[in-house]
């Protein structure tokens, strides 16, 4: 049976130059790294070690999905 994957957000933190990680279905995650690579890389360590303090043992491999978001703005020729 599959399993449902967790859901992660991060978001660019443009004043910070971070992005931000933050999940409903991970009590207590927020972190933030320079790159998304290296974010991916810090919530492969965080989120089991998250988990397990909440209580869901890891008896399995759980997938997790990123959803990242960041917001620019485009200048035109006369501004």
């Not at 991060?10 to 409903?24: I, L």
Request: hydrophobic share 45%; glycine share 6%; charged share 30%.
């Amino acid at each position: 049976m599959a399993i449902k994957p967790l859901l992660i957000r991060a978001e660019w933190d443009d004043e910070a130059q971070v992005w931000v990680a933050t999940s409903d279905d991970v009590p207590g995650l927020a972190t933030e790294e320079k790159t998304l690579e290296g974010l991916i890389q810090k919530l492969k360590i965080m989120i089991p070690e998250l988990l397990e303090a909440n209580g869901t043992e890891m008896k399995q491999e759980i997938p997790f999905e990123l959803i990242s978001r960041r917001f620019e703005i485009l200048q035109g020729k006369d501004v």
